[in-house]
């Protein structure tokens, strides 16, 4: 069985979600997952299983005594690969970690920043307004999450950003021999600046509380407990939220029928955040490692063996949401698993949907007939995260 020509691998026996040609055919692919490969199997460096239906992605994200996290949440990780945190514990850890984090990302927390986030969408989309064109990835859907984030959640000098932005693409997305070189100056800045912190007054903010630390095994947990809590932060606020941000406007430039009903009606705009989330999920397949004997979908597992929770093809299962290929902005019955399942729900989930919403009204009143640039069309990096690389637009200069 396999999906798209373009996608030659047998999909039952022969998966491989690092495969080059996945990005190509990422739509016709997840959707034969689920109408016909409820478990995938990779042969791919240890092997591993891809699940893929809503009803058992579901399951095995809320049964994390059975799927655990521990094992972290890449396949096939390189030599020297290093925890992330919570998204790489279980609980009880899990949890206190979670309490750290959640405040400042929760939905009350980041309401109160509707009015900021909406100032520097506009200065950036200001800044591009008048030209007629631009590479929004590059500039503003790589910009937006970092100004957020590190201006007002995790507070780091702005003047840093430009290398911390480039080794987290790297990690993220780059080839596999380059990730832990990535991973590492990423780790050392955060080390050096938590350490700064560390030895200064609190500033009342979420730093203050990965600094301090969390109980584990009846103490404080170690150091570079903390340094990888940072790292889930920084990761997390970043290249997911950049390809969703991207995406949104992706969409409505290759849909103007739906960039029409937007703009007559734009009380629909949480509908297009929600069915934008569903469709271009950032967050493709984390990993888990079974701790017993199972079943999934009938096919049997063991202790040690590792999965794959197809988040992307989950949200695509018509079990769950009529009409999955559907992008649309009257639809009541938006399931989907985009955001995961469990204890490792998307700690930023609130922040990134603000951040599409104001992006798609924000670029709406501002330049409301765009498109494509002809003899373009986005690259994309798919793999257990993805990632929309560039973005060529154009729209009638003012």
């Not at 980041?110 to 200065?123: F, G, H, P, Q």
């Not at 069309?377 to 995260?385: A, F, L």
């Amino acid at each position: 069985m396999s999906g798209d020509s373009a996608y030659p691998r047998d999909l039952l026996t022969d998966f491989d979600i690092d495969d080059p040609s996945l990005s190509s055919n990422f739509e016709a692919v997840m959707h034969e997952l689920v109408a016909k490969c409820p478990v995938a199997k990779s042969r791919k460096g240890t092997g591993y299983a891809v699940i893929n239906r809503y009803k058992d992605v579901r399951a095995c994200a809320l049964d994390w005594r059975t799927f655990s996290s521990e094992g972290g949440w890449m396949l096939n990780a390189p030599d020297g690969n290093v925890t992330i945190l919570p998204e790489d514990c279980d609980p009880p850890y899990h949890d206190k970690w979670r309490q750290v984090l959640n405040p400042p990302f929760s939905k009350p927390s980041i309401a109160k920043l509707t009015d900021y986030v909406r100032e520097k969408a506009a200065t950036l989309l200001d800044s591009i307004a008048t030209k007629g064109e631009c590479e929004f990835v590059a500039e503003f859907a790589a910009k937006l999450p970092g100004i957020i984030l590190f201006e007002r959640i995790f507070p780091v000098p702005l003047e840093d950003l430009p290398q911390l932005f480039d080794d987290i693409d790297v990690y993220s997305f780059g080839p596999l021999e380059e990730r832990v070189a990535a991973f590492e100056r990423v780790q050392s800045y955060l080390e050096d600046f938590l350490r700064s912190r560390h030895a200064s007054p609190p500033q009342g903010d979420i730093v203050d509380g990965i600094v301090a630390g969390v109980e584990k095994d009846g103490e404080t947990c170690p150091w570079e407990d903390r340094v990888y809590a940072a790292l889930d932060v920084v990761f997390g606020g970043l290249a997911t939220t950049t390809h969703a941000v991207a995406a949104s406007i992706f969409h409505l430039a290759t849909h103007p029928d739906i960039r029409k009903d937007l703009l007559d009606n734009p009380h629909l705009v949480d509908n297009a955040v929600a069915e934008t989330v569903r469709l271009y999920a950032p967050v493709v397949a984390p990993a888990r490692t079974v701790t017993k004997s199972v079943e999934i979908a009938g096919v049997p597992f063991e202790p040690g063996d590792r999965i794959a929770l197809n988040l992307a093809a989950a949200s695509r299962d018509p079990d769950a949401c009529t009409n999955p290929s559907k992008f649309d902005l009257r639809r009541d019955d938006v399931v989907h698993t985009a955001f995961g399942v469990g204890p490792h729900r998307c700690l930023g989930e609130h922040l990134a949907r603000l951040e599409i919403k104001v992006t798609i009204e924000e670029f709406l009143k501002r330049i409301p007939d765009f498109s494509l640039k002809p003899g373009t069309w986005p690259g994309h990096t798919s793999e257990q995260m993805r990632s929309m690389r560039d973005l060529h637009l154009v729209w009638p200069s003012r």
